[in-house]
């Protein structure tokens, strides 16, 4: 069976770091004030910006799903609660699943400048090359009960080969040809 895997899975990296950065500047602020409570403070504080600074861009870092015959799991960080806890607790984070049977129509969505996989017609898609990093690279899904899920695709987004052959797995399974949207 088919698997395929896209992103990269929450671990403790941004957890650590955003400790160091806290720990750094709570030593740096005792060691010019000599006053504890205002390094504790300081350091508090930057620890929570470090945290609230990794969950803004938690799903284009470490937007992490698979696919394959049956059904897409994937971890739903559309809240900003679900992306402090997923954070602070990595392996406690649990994946959402959606069966191929439940997807109504599915587009791939491209920001400018980005490659069009090969096996996705559109006018104009031949001019777009990769240069930059995207503003928009995700597979978009409308559910058949009107939910719609985005699945990020900026991490594999050097990987045509995998990406062309996602989407030759959901044209096969889906009732609807996965279409292309340029932004």
């Not at 403790?12 to 010019?32: E, H, Q, R």
Request: with cysteine; charged share 15%; glycine share 4%.
């Amino acid at each position: 069976m088919k698997e395929f895997t896209f992103g990269r899975k929450i671990n403790y990296v941004p957890l650590v770091v955003s400790l160091a950065v806290g720990i750094i500047i709570s030593v740096f602020f005792y060691t010019f004030a000599k006053e504890i409570g205002i390094s504790i403070l300081f350091g508090v504080l930057c620890f929570i910006v470090a945290v609230a600074l990794y969950a803004v861009k938690l799903s284009d870092t470490y937007g992490y799903w698979k696919i394959n015959q049956q059904q897409i799991s994937y971890y739903d960080y559309k809240t900003m609660g679900r992306r402090i806890m997923a954070i602070l607790l990595p392996l406690s984070s649990k994946q959402s699943i959606v069966s191929l049977q439940q997807v109504d129509t599915a587009s791939l969505v491209i920001g400018k400048k980005m490659q069009v996989p090969a096996n996705i017609k559109a006018a104009a898609a031949s001019a777009y090359l990769v240069y930059f990093y995207p503003s928009a690279y995700y597979l978009g899904l409308k559910l058949k009960d009107s939910q719609e899920v985005d699945l990020d695709l900026s991490f594999d987004e050097l990987d045509n080969q995998k990406i062309e052959r996602m989407i030759q797995l959901l044209n096969s399974q889906l009732s609807n040809p996965v279409t292309l949207i340029e932004k």
